[in-house]
């Protein structure tokens, strides 16, 4: 069971909040690998490419890892240091997450 702070009693995870909980994590990992090719690609390394984003090293690493929640800012601040444009990353991301080459 899982609580909600909006409610006085603990409510059950039913099976569509594990659903798009599953696509939620899919599409982050998928973001990340999309945030890391790109990074690749332009031959930055980690260390380089969050020093020009602004962000914390380990913040990218766990991006690119898909296990940080990235908010819209820093996904701008993202695509600004890999000069492309955030819908550029998603898209990439999503053709990732159908199996197709991003």
Do not use: C, H
Not at 16 to 40: C, H, I, P, W, Y
Not at 51 to 73: L, Q, W
Request: charged share 30%; net charge positive.
């Amino acid at each position: 069971m899982t609580s909600s702070p909006w409610t006085a009693s603990p409510r059950r995870a039913n099976v569509r909040d594990m659903a798009l909980d599953s696509e939620a994590t899919k599409l982050l990992k998928a973001f990340g690998l999309a945030v890391r090719r790109q990074r690749k690609q332009l031959g930055l390394s980690q260390e380089r490419f969050a020093f020009a984003a602004e962000i914390d090293r380990t913040y990218v690493s766990g991006v690119e890892r898909g296990v940080r929640n990235p908010t819209v800012k820093t996904i701008a601040r993202l695509a600004v240091a890999l000069g492309t444009r955030p819908s550029r990353l998603f898209l990439a991301a999503e053709r990732g997450a159908e199996g197709k080459r991003a």
